[in-house]
T-cell receptor, first 110, second 117 residues
Framework: GNSVTQMEGPVTLSEEAFLTINCTYT??????LFWYVQYPGEGLQLLLK?????DKGSNKGFEATYRKETTSFHLEKGSVQVSDSAVYFC?????????FGTGTRLQVTL | DAGVTQSPTHLIKTRGQHVTLRCSPI?????VSWYQQVLGQGPQFIFQ???????GRGNFPDRFSARQFPNYSSELNVNALLLGDSALYLC????????????????FGQGTRLTVV
């Protein structure tokens, strides 16, 4: 079956630090890949996406590149802010179904 | 523009009871999907409906059922509630059938927090 593996959290960073959250996937086809963010008490918001190999998704300073050879879609940001504190979910879309990772909590401190 | 709206936002039910959760998709969206998010986990796919027909089902027991109405709103029903059904239930809408189509995106509501006691 399809699955998504994310790095364990929580990840604690100081403001302006560099962020990487690792995500790898297993899929029986060629999925689209997504990062969603969930702020406390809220639903999921789409952060960025990539639909084919070597695509780079980007939004609000976050980036992720679809790496088919390593089946990865790592999330990066050059300089995090306190407002980026949230839970981040990597997900793949295949056959009408989104499959999510378990989420990585990011805590950014001043 | 209104986003995906879900009701109620919170509810508490007793084991063995039945619950109905409601979702109104973004205007113009014809597809609705339901997900269960247990605390500390990622969302798990339950159902997808498109044009009022079930187009996908996750690995959930028959106690879970859903339907989509002519106005594309949807209900998720859960019978014979168990303690393990306590979770955040998320509804997502998309413009088209949520397959691996380029540009297809799912927009999520804020969820219904169900607590079974």
């Amino acid at each position: 079956g399809n699955s998504v593996t994310q790095m364990e959290g929580p990840v604690t960073l100081s403001e302006e630090a560099f962020l990487t959250i690792n995500c790898t996937y297993t899929a029986t086809g060629y999925p689209s890949l997504f990062w969603y963010v969930q702020y406390p008490g809220e639903g999921l918001q789409l952060l960025l996406k990539a639909t084919k190999a070597d695509d780079k998704g980007s939004n609000k300073g976050f980036e992720a590149t679809y790496r088919k050879e390593t089946t990865s879609f790592h999330l990066e940001k050059g300089s995090v802010q306190v407002s980026d504190s949230a839970v981040y979910f990597c997900a793949l879309l295949l056959a009408s179904k989104l499959t999510f990772g378990t989420g990585t909590r990011l805590q950014v401190t001043l | 523009d209104a986003g995906v709206t879900q009701s109620p936002t919170h509810l508490i039910k007793t084991r063995g009871q039945h619950v109905t959760l409601r979702c109104s998709p973004i205007s113009g969206h014809k597809s609705v999907s339901w997900y269960q998010q247990v605390l500390g986990q990622g969302p798990q796919f339950i159902f997808q409906y498109y044009e009022k027909e079930e187009r996908g089902r996750g690995n959930f027991p028959d106690r879970f059922s859903a339907r989509q109405f002519p106005n594309y709103s949807s209900e998720l029903n859960v019978n014979a509630l168990l303690l393990g059904d306590s979770a955040l239930y998320l509804c997502a809408s998309s413009l088209a059938y949520l397959a691996s189509a380029v540009g297809t995106e799912a927009f999520f509501g804020q969820g219904t927090r169900l607590t079974v006691v």
